[in-house]
């Protein structure tokens, strides 16, 4: 399999109210209560504008008209809420997993911390 295709974001051409078509990512989706909700942000390709970018999520339900399916808003304020804490731990979790990668061994000291710039230079080869 291609490594390259691994790394595609999952994007969703949405249609607001207006008629504009807007380019979104998957950032995640879960199920609560017998329903799909989607969490996805603005898809940007210029290195600029993802750097201003102000890292807004969407949260959208799935339903289905016929064949298609359809990517609704979530009207209700504290249904929107849990939503939000939902995926908000799930985003927490997945950064947590990568916060102990960011630790890493050299030879010749304990261990270098990535995250807050710490290195011990104890040497190991007692």
Known sequence: MNEEMDMQPDLYTLV???GQEQM???L???D???ETYYALTPYLED???ILADDGEVVILRSTYEGDEEVLVSVDDDDLFDKLGDM???RFAELFEDDDEEDSIEIEGSDRV???NGEVDLTDTDD
């Open 24 to 26: 979104f990512e998957l």
């Open 87 to 89: 995926f908000m731990e």
């Open 28 to 30: 995640d989706s879960l």
């Open 32 to 34: 609560y209560e017998g």
């Open 16 to 18: 607001d109210e207006e």
């Open 47 to 49: 290195a600029e504008a």
């Open 113 to 115: 911390d990535l995250e």
